[in-house]
């Protein structure tokens, strides 16, 4: 492996190269990474309202059965019936508790959103910044093909669906990389 390890290192670098020597070629690659990027944002985007949507529907049922619940309290007090009346407590409480755990939940995965439908935004503005700069280059440093890397496949393409493992680094590239928006706001 270390053979095709070296050759695999020194193509990169004449890539690299190449690309450092041709301008327009870096910015089509770098507006290439940011529509996959705002691509990927998207996905995140629908994921997120998915699960906020369920969480929702989720707490609107234990609302449901805490309202039934309570109802079960006040009828069985009003009938003098101490056992099942601090049953029907415990199983209310316990259904509240449900309650605030899934709105804990909720809540998170709200910031969440929030955090990548800004950070969608951002990627977007930059793209634009990249598109504008590539269109100033005028039309004869373009080539005739507008985005070169269009027909190179990315990660993923014409192969299975992302595994559990790809999609966990996935998920964990976007968080620091919306960490690293942050402390780059912050600043």
């Known amino acids: 492996m270390g053979l095709f390890d070296e050759i695999g290192r020194f193509l990169e670098t004449q890539l690299e190269d ?11 690659a770098l507006e290439d990474r940011l529509r996959a990027q705002e691509t990927e944002m998207g996905r995140l985007i629908g994921e997120l309202q998915t699960r906020e949507q369920k969480f929702q529907d989720q ?3 234990l609302a449901e059965k805490v309202k039934v619940w309570h109802g079960r309290v006040q009828t069985t007090q009003a009938a003098g019936r101490a056992d099942l009346e601090a049953a029907a407590r415990e199983r209310e409480a316990d259904l509240l508790k449900e ?24 990627v977007k503005q930059r793209r634009q910044e990249v598109l504008t700069k590539i269109a100033a280059q005028g ?26 493992l790809e999609r966990r680094f996935q998920q964990w590239e ?14």
């Open 139 to 164: 039309p004869a440093k373009q080539s005739a093909k507008a985005n070169p890397f269009e027909t190179v496949a990315g990660p993923g393409q014409g192969a299975a669906p992302f595994d559990d």
């Open 59 to 61: 707490i609107l049922a």
């Open 174 to 187: 976007m968080d620091e990389e919306v960490a690293r928006l942050k402390r780059q706001m912050g600043r």
């Open 18 to 28: 190449y690309i450092r020597g041709n301008p327009q070629l870096e910015l089509w």
């Open 99 to 122: 309650g605030n755990i899934v709105w804990a939940q909720m809540d998170l995965v709200k910031k969440r959103l929030a955090q990548a439908l800004e950070m969608q935004a951002q």
